[in-house]
């Protein structure tokens, strides 16, 4: 059973930066693929980023390769997005996400809350 927080979500201006974080329980940590998806307003959740068990190989959706970076810290159980040059489409709820495939947009097995992104024009 793996347990999801997200944090650093907020207002920010077009062309700025932020930085999610997303804390995970569970001793397994380390083998777990991790991702980040977005629900804009109106729309279905889609797949931003996700990154395999050790950090060596990350994927991006086309709407942020560029723009955002996904890291992962086994030692402190935590995944981060970076988020720089964001645009007003960029808005959404962001949820982080654990699971067991690689991939560009891998089945997830657990999920966070999520925490909201604004970015005002």
């Known amino acids: 059973q793996v347990q999801l927080v997200e944090s650093g979500g907020g207002l920010v201006q077009a062309g700025g930066s932020l930085r999610l974080s997303c804390a995970a329980s569970?001793?397994?940590?380390?083998?777990?693929?991790m991702g980040w998806f977005r629900q804009a307003p109106g729309k279905e959740r889609e797949f931003v980023a996700s990154?395999?068990?050790?950090?060596?190989?990350?994927y991006y959706a086309s709407s942020v390769k560029d723009r955002f970076t996904i890291s992962k810290d086994n030692a402190n159980n935590t995944v981060y997005l970076e988020m720089s040059s964001l645009k007003h489409e960029d808005t959404a709820v962001y949820y982080c996400?654990?699971?067991?495939?690689?991939?560009?947009?891998?089945?997830?097995?657990?999920w966070g809350k999520g925490t909201l992104v604004t970015v005002s024009s």
């Open positions: 990154i395999n068990w050790g950090g060596g190989r990350t």
């Open positions: 996400a654990a699971g067991r495939v690689a991939g560009p947009s891998p089945p997830m097995d657990y």
């Open positions: 569970g001793r397994t940590f380390s083998s777990y693929v």
